[in-house]
Nanobody, 120 residues
């Protein structure tokens, strides 16, 4: 099956930066869209940033100008560079990927989540 492994979360002061990484492995014929979501306590999971296989990007209004999503197709990896972090960014961040397997089925997978905490 497919596994998404995340890294880069942690504790940072307001105004600081973090870079999240997510590596996909397993039965992957092709990776299509990938993205980052976050879910804070008591809130629904929301899209933070997404990137297509052609590297078109989409961002939540709350992170535009501060976060940058990118991908390395040769490494099956997606990144989220987070700058000018705010306490409101505190959340569990999840990696997401659309995967075409060898049966040509499209399926969506999630990472385990990584905690990002921004102190004021």
């Amino acid at each position: 099956q497919v596994q998404l492994v995340e890294s880069g979360g942690g504790l940072v002061q307001a105004g600081g930066s973090l870079r999240l990484s997510c590596v996909a492995s397993g039965s992957i014929f092709r990776l299509d869209a990938m993205g980052w979501y976050r879910q804070a306590p008591g809130k629904q999971r929301e899209l933070v940033a997404a990137i297509t296989s052609g590297s078109s990007t989409n961002y939540a209004d709350s992170v535009k100008g501060r976060f940058t999503i990118s991908r390395d197709n040769a490494k099956n990896t997606v990144y989220l560079q987070m700058n000018s972090l705010k306490p409101e960014d505190t959340s569990v961040y999840y990696c997401n990927a659309e995967v075409l397997n060898y049966y040509r089925d499209v399926r969506t997978y999630w990472g385990q989540g990584t905690q990002v905490t921004v102190s004021s």
